[in-house]
């Protein structure tokens, strides 16, 4: 059965637990933008000004990030429902750390920053899943922090791709030359290589020039390398 537009609203992160009647009172007051985007196309760029709450509602885009001090590129795609950036709506920086296309046809839904505070923020249950989204944040990167450079090479990749990326699974792309990426988990380039390399001989990551497919996170993230001898 096709759900209707309140049971979509309900399934986004911060309006579940609402009750249909607290909904229906928010669209009464709240202005709610709804836009389309095509293939190929921006929702957001890295660098803009964050002064909306964002849903990805329908479809699937590729959120990238360039870190250019480092020189690399991380991709990563994400589905709906899903919410870009909460965290970057308020605090010392307020702009989107990455930029956001749409890699199907997607649909989203845009609130003003004003009516969070105005109107979603007197309704507990979103104020409790708002705290609970960017608590949740800060925890993950905490324990991701205490891994940073701990292990052995394989662990130090996986962890790299871990502290940045927004979901620990699904399709990752870096855009990195090998020695690079060495010198920011303090490893040797042969060293690197070895490992990537016998990650695409077991077919879990891809390796062209300067880049490195990741068919799915979690598939290195869960993987057992082959005992040698």
Known sequence: MELTMYDKLLLLPLFQGLCKSDLTHILEKVKLEFTAYQPGEYLIR??????RLLFLLEGEMVAESVDEANSFVLSEQLQSPYIIEPYSLYGMHTTYTASYIAESAVSTLS???GYVLTELS??????LNFLNLLSNRVQNIRRKLWHTHIGDVREKVVNFLLLRCERPAGRKVLRVRMEDLAGLINETRLNVSKVLNDYQSRSLVELSRKEILIHDLDSLVNDRPPAEG
């Open 111 to 113: 609130i003003d920053k």
């Open 122 to 127: 007197r309704y507990p249950i979103f104020r």
């Open 46 to 51: 890295q660098g803009d000004t964050c002064n």
